[in-house]
T-cell receptor
Framework: KQEVTQIPAALSVPEGENLVLNCSFT??????LQWFRQDPGKGLTSLLL?????REQTSGRLNASLDKSSGRSTLYIAASQPGDSATYLC????????????FGEGTQLTVNP | DAGVTQSPTHLIKTRGQQVTLRCSPK?????VSWYQQALGQGPQFIFQ???????QRGNFPDRFSGHQFPNYSSELNVNALLLGDSALYLC?????????FGPGTRLTVL
């Protein structure tokens, strides 16, 4: 059974700091990994999707890496801003799961002005 | 493109009642998945519909059922509501590998 763990559970940083969020998964037979952002009480916004054959993806100040063999992914946020405050979730799609996602419990990020 | 839409936004029910939640997928998407997200937790997969059939199901009791219509929109039905069914219910649509989520329906069971 696929399990996804995110560390840390919560993170508070001053504005402008670079930061790294971690995601690990137990079954390396994944099809892809997605990082999402969730604002309080809202739905999920897709940030980055990394296919299993890829090592990383970048969008603006965000960079996500994937090490499939070790079951790890990181989300790097450069020059953090108060508007980045949200919960960040990673989710993996197993190779045979037909787009069923397994989520971690998220990292709650607070960026202080 | 309106993206994935869900209705209603909020819903309050009492134990034992039945509820129906609705989802309209992103234009061109033919697959709809439903997730339950309890407070402080990550979303949990309920089931997925494709071509009007339930294609796969997570670890949820039969009180949770669904339907997909020819226009790909979908409904989630929950019977005999329990206090523990209180959660944010998320719908996701896809065509291929990337999933797009709606804003969710907040269900409160009293």
């Amino acid at each position: 059974k696929q399990e996804v763990t995110q560390i840390p559970a919560a993170l508070s940083v001053p504005e402008g700091e670079n930061l790294v969020l971690n995601c690990s998964f137990t079954d390396s037979a994944i099809y892809n990994l997605q990082w999402f952002r969730q604002d309080p009480g809202k739905g999920l916004t897709s940030l980055l999707l990394i296919q299993s054959s890829q090592r990383e993806q970048t969008s603006g100040r965000l960079n996500a890496s994937l090490d499939k063999s070790s079951g790890r992914s990181t989300l790097y946020i450069a020059a953090s801003q108060p508007g980045d405050s949200a919960t960040y979730l990673c989710a993996v799609e197993k190779e045979t799961s037909g787009s069923r996602l397994t989520f971690g419990e998220g990292t709650q990020l607070t960026v202080n002005p | 493109d309106a993206g994935v839409t869900q209705s209603p936004t909020h819903l309050i029910k009492t134990r034992g009642q039945q509820v129906t939640l609705r989802c309209s997928p992103k234009s061109g998407h033919d697959t709809v998945s439903w997730y339950q997200q309890a407070l402080g937790q990550g979303p949990q997969f309920i089931f997925q519909y494709y071509e009007e059939e339930e294609r796969q199901r997570g670890n949820f009791p039969d009180r949770f059922s669904g339907h997909q219509f020819p226009n790909y929109s979908s409904e989630l039905n929950v019977n005999a509501l329990l206090l523990g069914d209180s959660a944010l219910y998320l719908c996701a649509s896809s065509f291929g590998y990337e999933q797009f989520f709606g804003p969710g329906t907040r269900l409160t069971v009293l």
